[in-house]
T-cell receptor, first 113, second 111 residues
């Protein structure tokens, strides 16, 4: 049973507009949430994270929002650029020093000029 | 930029062959991981290590084995490759409870 769900396999956005990628999780014990970006034939690269004590974290064009009561997080990219076209993975970690990351299936973002 | 390296990047091999995927990191991270990923699917953890001589199986059952004799090196071995092993294998490392740094991946095709 999937603990991390990214229900949109793909998203198309025009350059300059906002991209919103969503992620839902099932276990309230998850306390740390990350977004990774992956280009074809490359490994994922870390983008941004948020801990459960916050509800927002911002880094340049990227902002992650966390709604603990809804067990939902989202990644906002604004303004979107063609170079942002990639697969975005949501990952979660449980509140334990020995916990590993659990990933969603990813959302493919296509930003067109 | 993370310093974690995987070789080979691409490997096409026949059924029954033994293969080893190499992974090395120069960051001194104690924790290392192997994930397997197929297109359109999530990354599945198949092995991890929290230090030298420590290895554990991940969430996804795998016929591969790993070893951790040195901090910087975490190779994955398949004794007898089969077409069902065709996939992308991603190695990662981390310090403490922070984010994982991934290598570029090894794409394995078994004919």
């Amino acid at each position: 049973d999937q603990q991390v769900k990214q229900n949109s396999p793909s998203l198309s956005v025009q350059e300059g507009r906002i991209s919103i990628l969503n992620c839902d999780y099932t276990n309230s014990m998850f306390d740390y949430f990350l977004w990774y970006k992956k280009y074809p034939a490359e490994g994922p690269t870390f983008l941004i994270s948020i801990s459960s004590i916050k509800d927002k974290n911002e880094d340049g064009r990227f902002t992650v929002f966390l709604n603990k009561s809804a067990k939902h997080l989202s990644l906002h990219i604004v303004p979107s650029q063609p170079g942002d076209s990639a697969v975005y993975f949501c990952a979660v970690r449980m509140n334990s020093g020995y916990s590993t990351l659990t990933f969603g299936k990813g959302t493919m973002l296509l930003v067109s000029p | 930029e993370a310093d974690i390296y995987q070789t080979p990047r691409y490997l096409v091999i026949g059924t029954g062959k033994k293969i080893t995927l190499e992974c090395s990191q120069t960051m001194g991270h104690d924790k290392m991981y192997w994930y397997q990923q197929d297109p359109g699917m999530e990354l599945h953890l198949i092995h991890y290590s929290y230090g030298v001589n420590s290895t554990e199986k991940g969430d996804l059952s795998s016929e591969s084995t790993v070893s951790r004799i040195r901090t910087e090196h975490f190779p994955l071995t398949l004794e007898s490759a089969r077409p069902s092993h065709t996939s992308q294998y991603l190695c990662a490392s981390s310090r403490g409870t922070g984010e994982l740094f991934f290598g570029e991946g090894s794409r394995l095709t078994v004919l």
